[in-house]
T-cell receptor, first 116, second 109 residues
Framework: GAVVSQHPSWVICKSGTSVKIECRSL??????MFWYRQFPKQSLMLMAT?????????EQGVEKDKFLINHASLTLSTLTVTSAHPEDSSFYIC????????????FGPGTRLTVL | GQNIDQPTEMTATEGAIVQINCTYQ??????LFWYQQHAGEAPTFLSY??LDGLEEKGRFSSFLSRSKGYSYLLLKELQMKDSASYLC??????????WGAGTKLIIKP
């Protein structure tokens, strides 16, 4: 299966600062990456679909100006949480789907964000 | 609206069998997935069902009934390392994954 990495694995920041999370596809080129958020004891919520070379597609209720997504290359997508607040504290996970087979979806290890 | 329901928490004994149920109502259906998620980690793929019936993979089996909007994950010969959350997810007509909240499985010795 595909190997997906995320950096950092965890981050603590002060309220009002911005945090960048990287998602890398290590062994194949991903034209599409997905960003999820998961609050404790809740399901994964799709935030946005990141498309290489074009604008990301955001899910309803997700502020695109707050969660900036950049998919500048076929192996890297970044999610920047701007002006973070304590309510943004969550587990952020990226995933890739190499082909059309829905059976294949590979997740990064996740990034735990804590905003003080 | 789209909805995935599964129990919040279950407890079972090491060596026993446990069945985790999932019911769904979605816009279209392109398959149902089960994932295992240990605390603080990303989900890992367990199974995929798109046709009715039982899929067996080692100690884990997954069943699907599309007419009933129902699936279950069966875990046999439970081990302590099976303590985790088990997520049911359905791929809808737009090939988007709709996730359940997960079932936390607690294994006791």
């Amino acid at each position: 299966g595909a190997v997906v990495s995320q950096h950092p694995s965890w981050v603590i920041c002060k309220s009002g600062t911005s945090v960048k999370i990287e998602c890398r596809s290590l062994d194949f080129q991903a034209t599409t990456m997905f960003w999820y958020r998961q609050f404790p004891k809740q399901s994964l919520m799709l935030m946005a679909t990141s498309n290489e070379g074009s604008k990301a597609t955001y899910e309803q209720g997700v502020e695109k100006d707050k969660f900036l997504i950049n998919h500048a290359s076929l192996t890297l997508s970044t999610l920047t949480v701007t002006s973070a607040h304590p309510e943004d504290s969550s587990f952020y996970i990226c995933s890739v789907r190499p082909g059309l087979d829905p059976n294949e979806q590979f997740f990064g290890p996740g990034t735990r964000l804590t905003v003080l | 609206g789209q909805n995935i329901d599964q129990p919040t928490e279950m407890t079972a004994t090491e060596g026993a069998i446990v069945q985790i149920n999932c019911t769904y109502q979605t816009s279209g259906f392109n398959g149902l997935f089960w994932y295992q998620q240990h605390a603080g980690e990303a989900p890992t793929f367990l199974s995929y069902n798109v046709l009715d019936g039982l899929e067996e993979k080692g100690r884990f089996s997954s069943f699907l009934s599309r007419s009933k909007g129902y699936s279950y994950l069966l875990l046999k010969e439970l081990q302590m390392k099976d303590s985790a959350s088990y997520l049911c997810a359905v791929m809808d007509s737009n090939y988007q994954l709709i996730w359940g909240a997960g079932t936390k499985l607690i294994i006791k010795p």
